[in-house]
């Protein structure tokens, strides 16, 4: 079966920690995005990517990078620049025609 | 932010009432999305259109599209308790992918 993949799907995080959450598509799909999501809010960009080597920040990239070695993978690490990091992070992609955006099933981040 | 905004933010209605939501975003767009998010999950896509067409359906969704006014309005028909959800607009630039706010949409039995 196709889809996109992430995990954990709950992760704690002590304050000043580094932690990488991990997106994996295999529907060779060429773009992938991260979003966070706060309670009763809408998706704010993370990072983008449309292409293996090549990332564009979003709205929110400040604490946040991310990676793009292969096509399949987009892992995104919260680095303890991030201040507020508690919050519902989703991974997507698009495949060539953008006609439909496929998502993971969210992992959810807790500072403790 | 390049982030939409839809309104209302929540909206209560009885089963077998209609459902309207509204979509505003700020720049030039290839095509619009909308998605449907059940609580603490991913989203689910729900329909397209492109910066070209101004109505579509799909089953008991009617998306319009006004690129002039820069929104768009999504409508349930028949609504059933089973479309009690968060649902969101997704503008596509060709490059960017963005997300409005969202409308909680509680369908009462």
């Known amino acids: 079966d196709g889809g996109i993949t992430q995990s954990p799907k709950y992760l704690f995080r002590k304050e000043g920690q580094n932690v990488t959450l991990s997106c994996e598509q295999n529907?060779?799909?060429?773009?992938m995005y991260w979003y966070r999501q706060d309670p009763g809010q809408g998706l704010r960009l993370i990072y983008y990517s449309q292409i293996v080597n090549d990332f564009q920040k979003g709205d929110i990239a400040e604490g946040y990078s991310v990676s793009r070695e292969k096509k399949e993978s987009f892992p995104l690490t919260v680095t303890s620049a991030q201040k507020n990091p508690t919050a519902f992070y989703l991974c997507a992609s698009l495949g060539q025609g953008r006609t439909e955006a496929f998502f993971g099933q969210g992992t959810r981040l807790t500072v403790v | 932010s390049q982030q939409g905004e839809e309104d209302p933010q929540a909206l209560s209605i009885q089963e077998g009432e209609n459902a309207t939501m509204n979509c505003s975003y700020k720049t030039s767009i290839n095509n619009l999305q909308w998605y449907r998010q059940n609580s603490g999950r991913g989203l689910v896509h729900l329909i397209l259109i492109r910066s070209n067409e101004r109505e579509k359906h799909s089953g008991r969704l009617r998306v319009t599209l006004d690129t002039s006014k820069k929104s768009s309005s999504l409508l349930i028909t028949a609504s059933r308790a089973a479309d009690t959800a968060s649902y969101f607009c997704?503008?596509?630039?060709?490059?960017?992918?963005?997300f409005g706010t969202g409308t909680s949409l509680t369908v009462i039995p």
């Open positions: 997704a503008t596509d630039t060709g490059n960017q992918f963005y």
């Open positions: 529907l060779n799909h060429d773009a």
